[in-house]
């Protein structure tokens, strides 16, 4: 999973670029993408950019993007919202268009529903990294045209991000050392394990590489049919009143009342009162 987030400067930069440092959230701000896994540690990250820069052009320059395998095998990609362009390692939320009055096909709306709960690690993530170092929702620093002023700041970011990491692994392992029993055995069979279960078929077309000239998005159209097939199913439902196809019969058996004894509503009312 991948999100941007600004870091605001508390003081203002004195630099010939200064007027870029204005963000969208503060009056002077620095943009990171950040990019993490499933255990809230941060893996990657750019920092430096004004805060005026877009969350997508500081993932372009990254070189997670200009060199994807390199660090993506052919079945691995990275989640983020419909700030980014969809591509074969990168799949993100889809986003509302207004010439079609903002509504989304509901394959679509599934997929965003189904994307939207890993991404709230993200969100904690960050919530994690800023709440632990203050110094980071408000740099007091100042930027200016010594390329140093930068690259100080820059190596602070650094350090935060490592001690981060290095904390979670100390949780973590606290945690391994509390709660592990050697008397219980698991059933857990290696990966190479000539009896372990057959991958699930509809999740092949997921192992296997994109073509080289497909489209950018074919990989999150993937994704999204898989998601449909499995989920659909489970909460395959429609709101009544939208089903035109139940007969009067139909209506009168599913809620369990006749309403043929109602002749008009004034009768109904009359029996309320």
Known sequence: MQDGTLLRLG?????????????????????????????????????????????NQVWRNMKQHRDPGSYF?????????????????????FKCVVGDGLH????????????????????????????????????????????????????????????????????EAEDRNAAWDESVVTDLTSIDDANRAPPIAEREVLDQPTPLHALNDMRRTQLMQYICETYIHSYNYSPIQDDLSLSHGDWSSMVGYDFSTDSDDSSVVSELD
């Open 73 to 93: 095998l052919e079945n691995e990609f990275v989640m983020c919202d419909t700030a980014y362009e969809p591509s074969w390692f990168c799949v993100p939320a």
């Open 104 to 171: 989304l096909h509901p394959h679509k709306t599934l997929f965003n529903t189904v994307l939207a709960k890993p991404r709230v690690v993200r969100e904690h993530i960050m919530g994690l990294w800023k709440g632990q170092f203050c110094w980071l929702r408000n740099i007091r620093m100042k930027i200016t045209n010594n390329k140093n002023s930068l690259k100080l700041i820059l190596r602070y970011i650094d350090s935060t991000i490592v001690v981060h990491n290095m904390l979670l692994d100390w949780r």
């Open 11 to 55: 003081i203002e930069p004195e630099s010939d670029d200064a007027a870029d440092y204005h963000g969208r959230k503060f009056a002077y701000s620095i943009t990171v993408n950040v990019l993490n896994d499933d255990e809230r540690r941060i893996r990657a990250y750019c920092a430096g950019y004004p805060g005026s820069a877009h969350d």
